[in-house]
């Protein structure tokens, strides 16, 4: 078990984000930061920019103005090796992205192979180790198409983890999951955090997952953004942060603000 | 439609097309470092050769043989009006050779393995594989798009011969199996209006220019793929469209520059 930080030390900061897609701003002027060793779970309603988020940290997308600095690196700077911020980052994507034309083992390999100078032999014990600390023991050589949902998502953060990253980015890794693998995979990111002190970045709609897993929560609203501890920000006297949190369905209310509207 | 609205949609288009074409022009010479700077990667080569090539043969094969009995019939109930029925080996070796082998094949290929090429680098695109591949930095350019390109660069001109030896052979069936022209004739006719320098030559130029506009044009079109189901949809049709169009066109100015002045 890895010692958590007790100071806030940011890992990730954003410095006023400027981004737009199609003349549709999605961040103005974000600025927040991710805790080094924590877990922090990313709300935020559809199109609100929660995906856009990690894919600003990976450096997959640029903003507009602004910074966003991964472990000390600029990675909006044209001249910071990207390469080499991507060595501290693993992510899972929602829908895996492993490739299809290769197996679970040679999908977790990939990586290895490429950056590393392991043998044969170091790098199949490596994909064995990572596969069953996903619990995933026995589906080294079957190909992507032929895992379920939540064994895919599974085999995805094998993947992730398998280069030892710093910081693990998570997008809806709990959508379409049943019960059961929600939990299994609940449970694998929060010993991932604990074991390994890895700072994980979740991005999720699920408000019963974040109230478990998460040391922070930001939430993406219109034009700005709350970030706290989810219990503080479920009693916020916000009533838009708190109407985020509450998950009862209360139609006489709908009903109220669809009159008011009109 | 107004003229000011007519010039600006004018306009709107020029720019779109520039765009495209430069769009083009760097992802031509990001294949070209790809395939020659290493890691060179001889495996996914070899399964392309597999997927793009030994696939198609069949539909080639057939395709060739079918041809050339139309045009053995065609051109036998042509010839023996004017008493010239012994050229009819010299008409379908040239008109096989120098035109139909390395045309028709090019579009065959690119109806079943050009299309198969966009689709699968597209639904990469959606499903967020290539974007897995950035993040753990490895160049997509390198894995996915130049062992394809490269690969249908190098099957173009072995599936032009086997279309023009299938097309011989379905010419001979027809001329000599069912016209009763003698063999000799037939093919010494043959023998002696193909030049190898000119004619085969002319012949695996086409083919191998061919390769690379199908090959390049398909990777070029997934990986720049909307990522939706549309977006692969129009990304697999445009192929087919494009590269049809580029290579008839391409063909007339290969005939005018090659066929014509040596």
Same mark, same amino acid.
Request: glycine share 18%; charged share 15%.
């Given at each position: 078990m890895m010692d958590r930080p007790a100071s806030f030390d940011a890992h990730v900061r954003f410095d006023r984000v400027h981004m737009a897609f199609d003349g549709r701003t999605? %961040? /103005?002027s974000l600025s927040c930061a991710f805790p080094r060793g924590r877990i922090t779970v990313v709300l935020g309603g559809s199109g609100s920019g929660k995906s856009t988020l990690l894919r600003l940290i990976g450096g997959l997308i640029q903003p507009e103005a602004g910074r966003v600095e991964v472990a000390g690196h /600029?990675?909006? /700077?044209?001249?910071? #090796?990207l390469a080499e911020v991507r060595s501290r980052i693993g992510m899972l994507f929602q829908h895996g992205a492993l490739l299809d034309s290769l197996s679970v083992f040679d999908n977790l390999a990939l990586p290895l192979r490429e950056h590393t100078d392991l043998d044969r032999a170091a790098i199949a014990q490596a994909v064995r180790a990572q596969l069953d600390a996903v619990g @995933?023991?026995?589906?080294?050589? @079957? @190909?992507?198409?032929?895992? #379920?949902g939540g064994m895919l998502r599974r085999a995805a953060l094998a993947r992730a983890i398998i280069r030892s990253p710093e910081i693990l980015l998570c997008d809806e890794? %709990? #959508?379409? @999951? /049943?019960p059961a693998s929600l939990k299994r995979i609940e449970i694998l990111l929060t010993r991932i955090n604990r074991q390994r002190g890895i700072t994980l970045i979740v991005v999720s709609h699920h408000i019963a997952s974040t109230l478990r897993l998460a040391d922070q929560a930001l939430l993406l609203l219109p034009g700005r953004s709350v970030c706290g501890p989810p219990a503080a920000l479920r009693s916020s006297s916000d009533p838009e942060v708190a109407d985020f949190f509450d998950e009862e369905l209360d139609v006489e209310a709908l009903d109220r603000e669809e009159r008011a509207a009109t | 439609m107004t003229p000011v609205a007519l010039v600006r949609e004018l306009g709107f288009r020029a720019i779109r097309v520039v765009a495209e074409l430069g769009s083009m022009l760097l992802f031509t010479l990001s294949f070209l470092r790809a395939a020659v700077v290493?890691? *060179?990667r001889p495996q996914r080569f070899v399964d392309e050769i597999y997927n793009l090539g030994v696939l198609s043969l069949v539909i080639v094969g057939v395709s060739g043989f079918a041809v050339g009995m139309v045009l053995g019939l065609q051109g036998y109930n042509t010839l023996v009006r004017f008493g010239a029925e012994g050229s009819l080996g010299a008409v379908v070796g040239l008109s096989l050779v120098r035109e139909l082998g390395p045309v028709l094949t090019a579009l065959l290929v690119t109806g079943r393995a050009g299309s198969a090429t966009a689709a699968e680098i597209s639904s990469m695109v959606t499903s967020e594989q290539l974007d897995g591949l950035r993040m753990m930095s490895v160049d997509p350019m390198d894995i996915v798009v130049a062992p394809k390109a490269i690969a249908m660069i190098f099957v173009m001109p072995i599936l032009t011969s086997l279309f023009v030896l299938a097309g011989l052979l379905g010419a001979y069936f027809i +001329?000599? +199996? *069912?016209? +009763? *022209?003698?063999a000799g004739v037939f093919l010494s006719s043959l023998k002696s209006s193909i030049r190898f320098a000119d004619d085969i030559g002319g012949c695996y130029l086409k083919a191998l220019i061919f390769g690379f506009l199908a090959g390049l044009i398909a990777t070029f079109r997934g990986y720049h793929a909307t990522p939706t189901a549309a977006g692969v949809s129009a990304a697999t049709t445009s192929t087919v469209v494009v590269t049809s169009v580029a290579v008839l066109i391409g063909d007339y100015f290969l005939t005018a520059l090659w066929g014509f002045q040596i």
């Open positions: 999605v %961040f /103005d /600029d990675v909006t /700077d044209p001249h910071t #090796s @995933l023991g026995n589906v080294e050589g @079957l @190909l992507p198409g032929q895992l #379920s890794p %709990f #959508s379409g @999951l /049943d | 290493p890691p *060179l +001329g000599v +199996g *069912l016209m +009763g *022209l003698d």
